[in-house]
């Protein structure tokens, strides 16, 4: 491979929370290891592997000029995000896409709620599926809206495997029972990984338009594609939704970029993208940095593109090799392999069970090790873990080993 995803990176020291955190009493981080294990972060969702070449060229190029003074979305930026769409998505799904309707967002949560003030009143029911990205759960709560869930049915597709399906017949109900009109769609799913199809994507949007329910698509993992997998721009599944719904996108998930901050929409539907603009813009503090916008131009390029295919390769084998050990080495869990991210969801309930554990006592087990996973609970999984995999294949091999060894069958 042209690029790095084997050096493993020291990160203490260098603000990073992923290492920093654990430990930390009274936040969400992982306990400490014991004594003599080392930390293999494998929590937090973001990556341990160097960003690429020409992110870090891009920046190192405007650091070249000492002024870091008010300033406006040059037209690079736009011309690079309708460009890495058409790459990656193919021009039909995004014809329509112009700079007009693009919109910066300090992040992809401050977005979610920007669209719902445009769509709901506070104390309004959203519709969201379980298992649940946390991101949705606290911001949802903490602006005032009532989280309605529909649950992912879990169907077992051989020992140990099983896949993720909408519930299409519980998401009308829980529609047309709770006067739904505004859903929160995860695409592809986060903690669970599912990269919807076509099929999915036009049952799931076809009720959506037969209750006028407008749509907020969190499309933020879109990039992180396994191989054998597309993404399908939600967007473009119907004309309904194209004119109903905002998507988020960022690179900050696709290129570890999240402590730059920046992310954005796209909104086809005038009106509605002026009143979502309107929104963000009352707190005042939802600009643009400029490194970020230069962090996102070096990243939309074919260099990057490079990268992001040799990325992808890599978190395929990673999570076939993890997969494929807890299948067969970790009795009483289940897996669902995800299609998309480079996040697990295992199932522990049958271990747990036959062990007399909690979760809790599992993951202080697997902590203590130094394997510095995390609790599924957080994302509305009754007995579950979530466990991130983008890491060098030797250290996903060795987490496996340490699980094997001190925690599943000691």
């Known amino acids: 491979m042209k690029y790095d995803f084997t050096s493993i990176m020291d990160r203490r020291g260098h603000d990073a929370l992923a290492v920093d955190a654990i430990g930390n009493p009274g936040g969400f981080a992982p306990g400490a290891p014991a004594e003599g294990f080392d930390v293999i972060p494998m929590w937090v969702a973001d990556m341990n592997f160097p960003t690429a070449p020409s992110i870090t060229q891009a920046v190192a190029e405007r650091l070249q000029h000492p002024a870091f003074g008010y300033f406006s979305p040059r037209k690079e ?80 597709t051989g020992p140990g495997k099983g ?9 009308e109900q829980k529609i047309r029972d709770h006067h739904i009109h505004a859903a929160i ?40 594609i396994l191989e054998g997998y597309r993404h399908i721009p939600v967007q473009s599944v119907s004309s309904y939704a194209h004119e109903n719904t905002v998507a988020l996108y960022a690179p900050s998930k696709t290129f570890n970029l999240a402590g730059l901050v920046g992310s954005y929409h796209i909104i086809y539907n005038r009106t509605l993208r002026e009143r979502v603009r ?14 970020s916008m230069h962090a996102l131009i070096g990243a939309y390029t074919p260099e990057g593109e490079a990268w992001l295919d040799e990325l992808r390769q890599v978190l395929t084998g990673n999570v076939r090799y ?89």
């Not at 902590?367 to 250290?395: E, Y």
């Open 163 to 171: 896949n993720w399906r909408m519930d299409f017949d519980d998401m």
């Open 77 to 156: 930026y736009f011309d690079s995000i309708i460009r890495w769409h058409c790459h990656r998505h193919g021009e039909e799904a995004v014809k329509d896409l112009v700079p007009e309707c693009i919109g910066y967002e300090n992040g992809v949560l401050g977005g979610v709620v920007s669209a719902l003030n445009v769509f709901c009143s506070r104390g309004d029911n959203v519709l969201v599926h379980t298992p649940t990205y946390i991101g949705f759960t606290n911001t949802l709560r903490n602006n005032g809206y009532r989280i309605v869930h529909s649950p992912l049915l879990y169907e077992e």
């Open 278 to 291: 309107k929104e963000a813009s009352l707190c005042h503090y939802n600009e643009m940095n400029v490194l």
């Open 322 to 410: 993890a997969a494929d050990f807890i299948r067969s080495h970790f009795e009483g869990v289940t897996l669902a392999e995800p299609e998309g991210t480079y996040m697990l969801f295992p199932d522990c309930t049958g271990w747990c069970t036959e062990h007399g554990k909690t979760l809790q006592e599992l993951e202080d087990l697997c902590w203590n090790c130094g394997t510095a996973l995390q609790d599924g609970k957080m994302f509305n999984g009754s007995c579950h873990l979530r466990i991130n995999l983008a890491l060098p294949l030797s250290r996903v091999q060795e987490a496996m080993d340490r699980l094997d060894r001190y925690v599943f069958n000691r």
């Open 185 to 224: 769609f995860c695409s592809p799913h986060n903690p669970c990984g599912r990269v919807w199809d076509r099929e999915e994507l036009e049952r799931a949007f076809a009720i959506f338009e037969k209750y006028d329910v407008k749509v907020v698509s969190d499309e933020i993992w879109s990039d992180l």
